[in-house]
């Protein structure tokens, strides 16, 4: 990219995407319904008890689980914990500031645990009913901050519970004690595997999986969560949808990403 | 454990504890050899620049197990300071919470703000700031999974020099960071966590080996004069070593 393209782009950010896609491509190249390439290695971190490190284009994505063990609370003597956090550090881009978690830290790791919440049930996590249940810290940070962090980092947290074993565990009665064995161990109970997808409406046209340069210039983003049957579980669009002919905008991001479902769905660990 | 609610993320239970094991037989124990290496051996280096694209350098290094990212914003306006000629070089380092056998809660502690003063220290010298009034070059350094603090101080202390010759800054000279330490009357170069812990005393040597200077020592420990000395020596000479795989690094990383 020569310079003056650069400084047009900095300058005049919605101009720039305008021209582009008046000419039916993206600045990165890609159709307007085109996704960028997700790739997955899992348990490459040794301190965590599963990991996973997820790239979606250039947007990167580390995850890892720590399991822990606590007394479970008294009004749900027989469920476990399961806490999802996402870090935005400063790390990732020059948007971010050291500090306590951002705002929009704050509502992605609020979405993902509504979201995680239907894919492991927490009385799999008991060990001894009103004694102990495990906990499991899923903890995602994000290296590349380069769009669609939410789904990413889904992708992430979820292929970091596949990843992950319970060693067997044996609370004693009369020490109070759990001890857990260094042989046995069993992978987590995992009820179904969701995948998000997101969109982004840019001047009444419908971008998929948008990036960091064009998620400030969205009029409306879509993200629509879909696990393995193809059955919904989560749709939220912050936005006006846009009329175009026969189909809405919600209804065409479903069909879209029901059919991405079926495609990525071997390629995820 | 005093323990804060914080609203800002989904919290856990008020105390959780790691598992604890049966016992394990394979313990490792002072007086045995060193496993996987001989002592004058560090961990190989893996270092990729340019890898966070939204920075203006960035690098990653991988030392075995462990695993950092680096990524250097700017030379930028300084924000909320008073005027200075010179520019100022501002080191963050933050854990992953799964990078540690135990768990680290996202807070703060005073281990992250140690390791960014001795990596700030390493680096400060060789970067020329007088050449950069009013800005603020800013330094944020992720450790993905830790094997050894002393570890991390060197592969951080390489990864920042690494990114920040790859956001085209004027150095001096590459900063390289080899760590030893004392381990009953042996010298062991690069200790993991487990052979830091049985270690005397641990030296961290951060050196710019093409101008033939030190900027910066850091020891710790009981150790015998002799000893730090006979360390600083073997930690210069890998540090040599290093500076080649980083310009190399440097080197390929530019030509693409």
């Not at chain 1, 393995?228 to 846009?242: A, D, T």
């Amino acid at each position: 990219m020569g310079d003056s393209a650069k400084i047009f782009q900095r300058l005049h950010p919605r101009a720039y995407l305008e021209r582009f896609v008046a000419e039916d491509v993206r600045p990165d190249g890609r159709p307007f319904d085109a996704w960028r390439d997700v790739s997955v290695n899992v348990g490459s971190i040794s301190t965590a008890n599963g990991s996973a490190l997820v790239r979606l284009g250039e947007t990167t994505i580390v995850c890892g689980v720590k399991i822990e063990i606590a007394e479970p609370e008294l009004d749900a003597p027989e469920e476990g914990f399961l806490v999802p956090n996402i870090d935005l550090p400063a790390l990732c881009s020059p948007k971010f500031k050291p500090g306590p978690p951002s705002d929009e830290a704050q509502v992605l790791s609020d979405r993902l645990n509504e979201v995680l919440a239907s894919t492991i049930s927490l009385s799999s996590l008991v060990i001894h009913p009103s004694k102990a249940v495990w906990v499991l810290y899923v903890d995602a940070t994000c290296i590349n901050y380069d769009g669609n962090v939410f789904d990413a980092a889904l992708i992430a947290m979820m292929a970091a519970l596949r990843n992950t074993t319970l060693p067997k565990a044996t609370y004693n009665v009369e020490t109070g004690l759990t001890t857990c064995s260094r042989t046995a161990a069993s992978p987590l109970q995992i009820l179904k595997t969701p995948i998000s997808f997101s969109f982004g409406v840019f001047d009444a046209t419908l971008l998929a999986d948008p990036t960091a340069f064009e998620e400030p210039l969205l009029d409306t983003t879509v993200s629509v969560v879909v696990d393995e049957n193809n059955n919904l579980v989560s749709v939220v669009q912050s936005g006006p949808g846009v009329d175009s002919g026969a189909e809405d905008t919600l209804s065409t991001c479903i069909s879209a990403a029901k059919s991405r479902r079926v495609l990525l769905g071997g390629q995820i660990p | 454990m005093a323990f804060a609610l914080d609203r800002r993320r989904i919290n856990g239970p008020e105390d959780s504890f790691p598992p604890s094991f049966d016992l394990d037989a394979s313990q490792w124990k002072l007086g045995d050899p060193r496993k996987d290496r001989s002592p004058a051996d560090i961990r190989s280096i893996f270092l990729q620049p340019g890898l966070i694209s939204q920075a203006n350098g960035s690098a990653y290094i991988e030392t075995a197990k462990t695993k950092i990212a680096c990524a250097v914003y700017g030379p930028r306006q300084s924000k909320n300071t008073t005027y200075s000629e010179m520019g100022r070089l501002n080191v963050e380092v933050k854990f992953t919470p799964f990078s540690c056998v135990r768990r680290r809660a996202p807070m703060r502690d005073a281990e992250d703000r140690s390791i960014a003063v001795a990596i700030h220290q390493a680096l400060v010298s060789s970067v020329r700031l007088e050449l950069l009034p009013k800005s603020t070059i800013d330094i944020f350094i992720t450790i993905i999974e830790s094997d050894g603090l002393e570890g991390c101080v060197a592969s951080g202390s390489v990864a920042a020099s690494t990114a920040l010759a790859d956001a085209g800054i004027e150095l001096l000279g590459l900063v390289t960071s080899c760590a030893a330490s004392v381990v009953g009357k042996e010298i062991w170069l690069d200790p993991t966590e487990e052979e830091a812990r049985l270690a005397k005393g641990t030296v961290v040597v951060a050196c710019m080996p093409a101008l033939q200077k030190i900027t910066s020592i850091w020891q710790a420990g009981e150790t015998k004069v002799a000893e730090a000395l006979a360390c600083m020596d073997a930690c210069q000479e890998k540090c040599t070593e290093i500076h080649s795989v980083v310009a190399q690094a440097l080197l390929e990383s530019a030509k693409i």
